[in-house]
């Protein structure tokens, strides 16, 4: 079967998560091995370590910006995988995303207001708003089981 889909791979049982969890909001595990769907993680993809330090988005006078809590910055690291994520997709004409919600990375329609407080905002992950800018059809973990 040719893959329709990519899935966050933190939501098909794999550990990548910043702390080195997965997710287990859904069972997609099945679409893996049908062939439906390709796991991609585009943190490991940025070559970033697990477990990591958490990140959140800020938008800033000179644009979007990826930061720890300490400051340190990984905007490139998350524009790179993007680039590569889309590159994924459009080799396996795949247009269909299944994403972990609020990541800042994966996450659609909410996402953490970059202050470390918890308070989710309007936005797009990096890579999740590269996708849907792209014509891929974009859906999260917790959409997808409505
Ligand atoms: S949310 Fe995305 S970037 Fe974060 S661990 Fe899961 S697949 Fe990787």
Do not use: H, W
């Not at 930061?67 to 990984?74: I, R």
């Amino acid at each position: 079967m040719k893959p329709k889909y990519i899935i966050s791979s933190c939501l098909v049982g794999v550990k990548c998560r910043y702390n080195a969890t997965c997710s287990n909001t859904v069972n997609l595990v099945d679409m893996i091995d049908s062939g439906e769907a390709i796991p991609v993680c585009p943190e490991v993809i940025a070559g970033l370590p697990t477990p990591r330090e958490p990140v959140e988005i800020q938008q800033t006078d000179d644009g979007l910006k990826v930061t720890s809590k300490e400051g340190n910055d990984y905007t490139q690291q998350f524009l790179y995988s993007a680039e590569e994520v889309l590159k994924i997709c459009k080799e396996n004409n795949i247009t269909k995303a299944i994403l972990q919600s609020r990541s800042p990375s994966c996450g659609f329609g909410k996402i953490y207001d970059g202050t470390f407080s918890g308070k989710l905002i309007d936005g797009n992950g990096v890579v999740a708003d590269k996708l849907f800018k792209n014509g891929i059809n974009v859906v999260t973990d917790e959409e997808f089981k409505k």
